[in-house]
């Protein structure tokens, strides 16, 4: 059991990577205050948790029933990504608002489920591993130690997104807006990887050949 907790945390790890979450996350909870950022991160930490057990129990049978495939969550999750991305290189124009509209502008949605859990704490990766993970598994105990490991994976997440609050200390004003301008433009980028991925994975290109063929 032991064993399978540990294959849990070595292999989700590297896919939610938090050390390189945590500058996002500074980034879109620009304009926070300490105690509002360490709520978004708890609860972006339990939404993972909850949609990781999600998949963990139900996953094969939820893709299933709806028809789902992982190629089309990757390209779904890439569209999202990449809308979130333009806001943040191209902010909405500030010019010629009134003074309540300018503070309403300011106003930041809850982003502890979007982007934050989804896609990027439980994205596809995650959810792939995880189902992986489910599948190899036939006692109950064997789903208790990868739920353990998700709940490991939760503590090292929130530890290092709370920390992150720091770091807008040292960086200050004109150092978080150019860092939202940079991971605006990763996340771009990654947003289009995704649906690269989507569109060449070969689950979808058999798809393709299969509606193909039943057309010929």
Known sequence: MFELIIITVAALLPIVNPFSTAPLFLAITEGYDQNTRNEQALRGVLYMIGILTTFLVAGSLIMNFFGISLPGVRIAGGILIGRVAFRMLYPPDMV?????????????????????????????????????????????????????????????????????????????????????????????????????????????????????????
Request: glycine residues 10%; proline residues 4%.
């Open 96 to 216: 010629d608002l009134t003074p309540d509209e300018k503070r309403e502008s300011r106003k930041k949605d809850d982003i502890s489920f979007f982007p934050l859990a989804m896609p990027s704490l439980s994205g596809p990766g995650s959810i792939a591993v995880t189902i992986s993970l489910a599948t190899l598994s036939t006692n109950w105990w064997q789903y208790l130690a990868i739920f353990l490991g998700i709940l490991g994976i939760a503590g090292i997440v929130l530890l290092t997104l709370r920390l992150a609050g720091q770091l807008h200390g040292l960086l200050g004003v004109n150092g978080t807006h150019a860092m939202t301008k940079i991971m605006g433009f990763l996340m771009f980028c990654i947003a289009i990887q995704f649906i690269v991925n989507g569109i060449t994975d070969p689950e979808l290109l058999q798809l393709f050949r299969s509606g193909l063929s039943q057309d010929a």
